[in-house]
């Protein structure tokens, strides 16, 4: 598909466990964004990459939460010891490059349960 | 990043002009003004952005004012399928160069039939 992609779609798992979430986004694109969304809320910034460093992790919450984009095209995201309030749609984006006209292309999201 | 005040939510009947306003006083120089809308269960769609000028595209317009302290996004016909919630967003270049873009809450905009 021409769009960016994110598995699972759903993902259902239970308090203290280790969860990663899957970032392919539109060949050639070279920045990468992680979000994150809560019910009733727009998304929220965690990590950027520019290629395969993190150019802007501020938005990670705490340390539990990690990305890596090794290669500079599919992104992982990575949860340790999930909590409850994880819960969430998290929401990968790419785009050009860091530039103004750039627009980011959303994926659908990976929904998290935390039981 | 500048903030952005907008309505939580707006009507408007199928077929008529959605004409959608955001506030951002405290905008600087050089930052532009990006819209976005999420569809539900949909991750978000980029609309339209502009820095001074007034823009058209085929989706919609966006119109700021001369002191960029507020803008509109207007719809010219909206459909049962613009029903989104719109997000306004102020974001501009700085350290490294980002387009890092931090939503708000935005304007729900319910489309009647």
């Known amino acids: 598909g021409a769009g960016v992609s994110q598995t699972p779609s759903n993902k259902v798992t239970e308090k203290g466990k280790y969860v990663e979430l899957r970032c392919d986004p539109i060949?050639?694109?070279?920045?990468l964004y992680w979000y994150r969304q809560s019910l009733g809320q727009g998304p929220e910034f965690l990590i950027y990459f520019q290629g395969t460093g993190a150019a802007d992790d501020s938005g990670l919450p705490n340390d539990r939460f990690f990305a890596v984009r090794p290669e500079g095209s599919v992104s992982t995201l990575k949860i340790q010891r999930t909590e409850r309030g994880d819960s969430a749609v998290y929401l990968c984006?790419?785009?050009?490059?860091?530039?103004?006209?750039?627009?980011?292309?959303f994926g659908e999201g990976s929904r998290l349960t935390v039981l | 990043d500048a903030k952005t005040t907008q309505p939580p939510s707006m009507d408007c009947a199928e077929g008529r002009a959605a004409n959608l306003p955001c506030n951002h006083s405290?905008?600087?120089?050089?930052?532009?003004v990006y819209w976005y809308r999420q569809i539900h269960s949909q991750g978000p769609q980029y609309i339209i952005h502009g820095l001074k000028n007034n823009e058209t595209n085929e989706m919609a317009s966006l119109i700021i004012t001369e002191d960029r302290k507020s803008s509109t996004l207007i719809l010219p016909h909206a459909t049962l399928r613009d029903t989104a919630v719109y997000y306004c967003i102020v974001s501009g270049k700085y350290g490294g160069a980002t387009n890092k873009l931090i939503f708000g809450t935005g304007t729900l905009l319910a489309v009647q039939p």
């Open positions: 405290t905008i600087s120089g050089n930052e532009y």
């Open positions: 060949s050639g694109h070279t920045a």
């Open positions: 984006a790419s785009s050009v490059g860091t530039d103004h006209t750039g627009e980011l292309f």
